[in-house]
């Protein structure tokens, strides 16, 4: 060793040996760790929000359960007009009248009306409605300018859904409009997977909370927040445990109820931040030995985010990504959300690759794999921020997409096809 050098960490070792696996390698061998849904459970449909059914539905009864009015006016049997003009309108007797919520007892016989409200049955005896804005009344009599038929302006008895009809396939996430048709046909509860259990934490003695006093040589932890925020965003409830110790064992100890299968507190995915690089003062490493957890892979051939560290211990995944707050944004939304679409049979979760022309240049060379932040117009162009260092944040508000540089890259120009990453139509 040189004289005055200081002795490369283990981590700083293998970093110079081994190769780090592809993007692509990585998201693999990350969803072969992790199990598909198998849990079901059932709950209230609006607590069941971007959950995934676990069996289909199928509706109990006809939708509407009743052929009803689809506007304000009078309902009769469509015979009764039969050759009426403005000239000489039919004359039907006004019997009655029929709000949304009733049901007329009674049949409506030949030469009589029914004054109806938007949603109201339809009657015996009648089979079409005529708007309120089209009559003309007198007294209890009612004028009818032309002939209608049958059916007219009629919502018929399972005109939306029929009885015994698949309305929703297992499998289905459940947004605003799938509830709607739930409710509409009686269901209070659903049956859907078991929602993923997700912990988090970040490491670094640096770190304050935000509303505590600036102090010199710390900084907030925004890592924490982005991931909490972000996993809430995508309909995830994660349980946050905070700042993790800086010293392996008592780190370990901080994670452990993770991966204990006895535990009330385990959970299937552990993203932590931070504690993943060369220094010795990086501690996930000496965690996951104190865990006992098997590695799975340690670096990834992207820029920002590298020292990613996979690791697994009775069935749950820990994942810790860079402390860098970009690189973490980067490595969660391409490695993370993959893990989380199986986890919770949420294929669309996951982001998908596809191209793109560039709308600024990329003035710098890209030897290894290199992710950029960057915003896609309608028109299909992606503009580029400013600044691109991997700690920092502000540049990539508005941002909605990775542009994929590959390895051995020079500057980019302005109308450059790149591949990018991003969000899947749903």
């Not at 490491?203 to 925004?222: A, F, M, N």
């Not at 991997?390 to 909605?400: E, F, M």
């Amino acid at each position: 060793m040189e004289e005055g050098r200081k002795p490369l960490t283990r981590q700083a070792e293998r970093a110079l040996q081994e190769t780090p696996l592809e993007v692509e390698d990585a998201i693999k061998k990350l969803c072969a760790v992790v199990p598909s849904p198998m849990q079901a459970e059932r709950i209230p449909i609006l607590s069941a929000l971007t959950r995934v059914l676990a069996v289909d539905i199928t509706a109990p009864f006809d939708q509407p359960p009743f052929a009803r009015s689809p506007l304000d006016g009078y309902t009769f049997n469509a015979a009764g007009s039969i050759g009426a003009t403005p000239e000489q309108p039919a004359r039907l007797r006004i019997v009655g009248k029929e709000y949304a919520g009733e049901a007329w007892k009674g049949t409506l016989g030949a030469g009589e009306a029914l004054a109806i409200a938007t949603g109201a049955p339809i009657p015996a005896g009648a089979d079409c409605v005529i708007r309120m804005e089209d009559v003309t009344v007198e007294g209890e009599t009612l004028l009818v300018p032309r002939a209608f038929h049958a059916g007219e302006n009629v919502c018929p008895q399972g005109e939306d859904v029929r009885a015994g009809e698949r309305i929703l396939a297992a499998g289905t996430e459940l947004g605003a409009m799938e509830a709607a048709v739930l409710a509409s046909l009686g269901f209070a509860d659903v049956t859907v997977y078991r929602a993923p259990r997700i912990a988090i934490a970040a490491t670094g003695d640096e770190l304050l909370t935000p509303g505590e006093p600036l102090q010199p040589g710390r900084i907030y932890d925004s890592n924490l927040y982005y991931l909490a925020a972000r996993l809430k965003e995508l309909g995830f409830e994660p349980r946050v445990l905070g700042r993790l110790s800086d010293e392996p064992s008592e780190a370990a100890a901080q994670l452990a109820p993770c991966f204990d299968v006895a535990s009330e507190t385990r959970a299937d995915l552990v993203i932590t931040t931070g504690g993943v690089s060369v220094g010795p003062r990086d501690v996930m490493h000496g965690a996951r030995q104190v865990l006992d957890a098997e590695e799975i892979f340690w670096r990834v051939a992207m820029k920002p985010g590298a020292p990613v560290l996979a690791y697994e211990k009775n069935g749950t995944l820990g994942l810790a990504l860079s402390g860098n707050p970009f690189a973490a944004c980067a490595t969660f939304e391409l490695l993370a959300r993959p893990v989380l679409a199986k986890l919770a049979a949420r294929p669309a979760l996951a982001l998908e690759q596809g191209t793109a022309k560039l709308a600024d240049a990329f003035p710098k060379a890209s030897p290894g794999r290199r992710f950029l932040r960057a915003r896609l117009e309608n028109d299909g162009r992606v503009h580029l921020p400013a600044m691109h260092a991997s700690g920092v944040l502000s540049s990539a508000l508005g941002c909605n997409v990775f542009v994929d540089i590959p390895a051995g890259s020079g500057p980019l120009t302005v109308g450059a096809v790149v591949r990018i990453w991003k969000e899947r139509n749903r």
